[in-house]
Every structure is written in C-alpha cells, then in structure tokens.
C-alpha cells in the first residue's frame, strides 16, 4: 500500500455533509427546505434527524410522503450503511438556532442566547429583532444586545403560553 494512501472511516461531520448535499437538492425539488441535518447516538442507537421546512409549514402527510423519499435517496450513502433511525419533521415552536438563516427567519419571535465573550459566558432572553451574515441583535429588558454567531454556545426559540381566560370571563377583565 503507497504510503500517501491513508483509509479514512467517515465522521459524522462528513457523513452530515454527504447527507445535505444529497437531501437539499431533492428538498428543493419538493419546494422545501432543509432546515437542519444531526446525527445522534453511535453504534445500532444513531438517529438522524433531518428537518425540513415550508414558507406554509409542512403537516404531518407531508413529512410522511418526505421522509419516504428521503430514505430511498440515504440507501446509498456509504456512511449509514450501519443501523440508523431515520426522523424527519419540522423545527416546530421552539427550535435550536443554528445557522443565520434559522435567525433571519426567527426575526420577531422570542429568543433564549448563551454566548461566550472573551472569558465569560453571558444568557440573553428576549425578542430577536435583527440578523444579518455577521450577527443578530436581542431586545431584552435592559436594552438592545448585539451578538456574533461565532460567540454562540446555544441558541433557540421560546414559545410563550398565553393564559386562557377562564370561560364566562372577559381577557383583561377581573372577575
């Protein structure tokens, strides 16, 4: 064997690659999005999650007729020749945060940001009002806090319950 020859097992970063590659296209064929690829679990208990995403949503016939397509096109990819359980869905209300696109489209929406800034690491809860390729801003109740995405530790939406009234009551009213 030439010694310039060095057999490579694929790593999940590649093998997440190889699958938005393969998937994106297809998706887009499908006039959806691909939200987020991840891979889970080693050995027989990996699960790759795939989410997908529509202008409209996308209910739950819909990710039933996708994710039959998309296993068919994962039948060939030699990095889940292994056993693997196959999710795909959509982000839903609270979704993690991961690209500037996921930012953009969560403009106006309830934000929870961990960041690390120089040797500290900082919580922001609040509205996501702006985005752009370089970072994002969130209004929190002490005022505008702008972040770079490469500061990041974690990021996701928050959905907030609203109270029902109780029935026979009027929302505002006390009773």
């Known amino acids: 064997m030439p010694a310039s020859f060095v057999e ?3 790593t999940i970063a590649q093998s997440t690659d190889d699958i938005t590659a393969l998937v994106e296209p297809w998706l887009a064929a499908e006039r959806l999005e691909l939200d987020d690829v991840e ?4 050995g ?8 997908v995403d529509a202008p ?8 039933s007729e996708v994710s039959n397509g998309i296993s068919r096109l994962l039948d060939d990819v030699p990095s889940l020749q292994s056993p693997y359980q196959l999710e795909v869905s959509s982000p839903g209300l609270e979704r993690k945060l991961r690209k500037p696109s996921h930012y953009k489209k969560s403009i106006g929406r309830l934000v ?5 800034i120089d040797e500290t690491t ?7 009002t702006s985005a752009d390729d370089d970072g994002f801003v969130v ?10 995405y490469d500061a990041v530790t974690s990021a996701r939406t928050v959905f907030k319950w609203e109270a029902q009234p109780k029935p026979g009551t009027k929302r505002g009213k006390a009773s």
């Open 8 to 10: 490579r097992t694929p």
């Open 39 to 42: 891979m889970v679990g080693s």
């Open 44 to 51: 027989n208990g990996r699960t790759l999650r795939i989410l």
């Open 56 to 63: 409209d949503g996308v209910d739950l016939d819909r990710l």
């Open 112 to 116: 929870k940001i961990k960041a690390r």
């Open 122 to 128: 900082t919580t922001a809860s609040g509205e996501l």
């Open 139 to 148: 209004s929190t109740n002490s005022g505008d806090e702008s972040f770079r």
